[in-house]
């Protein structure tokens, strides 16, 4: 009698144990799915790390390394007394402010060839902005980190209207499925969260560094390693001339995006930031929260991740900015400063191409 109830309670527990295994794997499995949906059916390849998951903190690889250039290398002699002086080349914290005339290309993109390194970048083409990939990877193609092992990771809702771009050796793209939306502010809210994502699930293992780009654009110029910092930011074309009361910083206190009138150092723009892989996680995940945050408060930034990126980069510094040259827009005739358009936002008809305006 009590051998036999002693059998039932081990058949009971056993039943339950393996109910709540099957739970939790499903509860998982599900939510890994959610971002982690190989696109089907198309001959771009898709990781098969991309299924490889893991919740906790992610490994970066090793990232501080010296600036060493091979001997004998022949170049023009730096100068102390000649160079920009139309512009401003240094933030009042010291870190570069990257234009044309102030690094040369050459050196710099030897130097850190040295080091092979890889380079992450992430791109949304969510709903009709699909559209938009072909000139983006056919021109980064041609411009952006030339001879560079260069990874693009392509956030989309329709990965089979991803196009087929034939890359150079050393680069490579993965198509990421994540679920559309019907209000761009969250599509591009969003983007922060699932580069979080990204990054701890692959990009932490496969990349030095990483940029996170705007897909409504074009490479019209060399973009090369004088791009490459710890954190990276670009002064936003419509703005960098401006006083800081002019800024479109968000400006209710009710926000976590929240900067009062008389602080912030420049503009950021969305469209283009990067860094040390671990850099990057860690602003992703900051302006994650805080865009989550607001989201419980009821409260959106004036302008969603934007907002909250000029925010934590009022108060983490970046170490290297790049000047409007590496974010133009073509609506914009070239002011006398910007020597070189590298990158720029193409015209688009906002009514026609997002799900709502
Ligand atoms: C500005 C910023 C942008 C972002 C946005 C915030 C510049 C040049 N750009 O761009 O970085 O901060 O404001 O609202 O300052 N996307 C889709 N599908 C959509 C909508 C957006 O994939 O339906 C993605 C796509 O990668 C696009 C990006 O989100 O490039 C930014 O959206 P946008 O281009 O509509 O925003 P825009 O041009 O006003």
């Not at 002693?6 to 509860?27: C, D, T």
């Not at 959610?34 to 198309?42: I, K, T, Y």
């Not at 023009?76 to 102030?102: H, Y």
């Not at 198509?175 to 591009?188: F, K, L, T, Y």
Request: with cysteine.
């Amino acid at each position: 009698m009590r051998f036999s109830s002693n059998v039932k309670l081990f058949v009971l527990l056993v039943g339950i144990f393996l109910l709540l295994g099957y739970v939790h794997y499903s509860f998982f499995n599900e939510r890994l799915n959610w971002v982690w949906c190989e696109a089907s059916n198309r001959d771009i390849p898709v990781d098969e790390d991309q299924r490889n998951t893991s919740l906790s903190k992610p490994i970066f690889r090793s990232r501080v390394q010296n600036i060493v250039s091979p001997e004998r290398l022949l170049y023009k002699q730096p100068s102390v007394l000649v160079g920009r002086t139309d512009v401003m080349a240094v933030t009042p914290w010291l870190a570069p402010i990257v234009w044309q005339g102030t690094f040369d290309p050459d050196l710099v993109d030897i130097i850190y060839k040295s080091m092979n390194l890889t380079i992450a970048t992430t791109v949304f083409a969510v709903g009709k902005y699909v559209r938009f990939l072909r000139d983006f990877l056919e021109t980064a193609e041609k411009y952006f980190l030339v001879d560079f092992n260069v990874r693009y990771y392509v956030f989309t809702d329709r990965p089979d209207n991803v196009p087929s771009v034939t890359m150079s050796q050393g680069r490579h793209l993965s198509v990421i499925q994540v679920p559309g939306s019907n209000r761009w502010q969250e599509i591009s809210a969003r983007r922060m969260e699932i580069i979080q994502t990204a990054i701890e699930r692959q990009i932490s293992r496969e990349a030095d560094y990483i940029f996170c780009l705007d897909v409504d654009s074009k490479f019209h110029a060399r973009w090369g390693a004088e791009s490459l910092g710890r954190l990276v930011a670009v002064i936003h074309p419509e703005l960098y001339n401006q006083p800081r009361d002019r800024f479109s910083y968000e400006r209710r206190p009710a926000s976590t995006a929240y900067i009062p009138m008389d602080e912030g150092d420049y503009y950021y723009a969305g469209a283009v930031f990067g860094g040390f892989v671990e850099d990057v996680y860690t602003l992703t995940k900051v302006c994650r929260k805080q865009l989550e945050k607001d989201a419980r408060n009821s409260i959106e930034a004036a302008w969603q991740e934007e907002s909250h990126l000029n925010r934590y980069l009022l108060y983490n510094k970046p170490s290297k900015l790049l000047s409007p040259e590496y974010l133009w827009q073509d609506f914009h005739g070239k002011t006398k400063e910007i020597k070189v358009i590298r990158f720029s936002g193409i015209i688009k008809n906002y009514a026609e191409i997002r799900p709502n305006v």
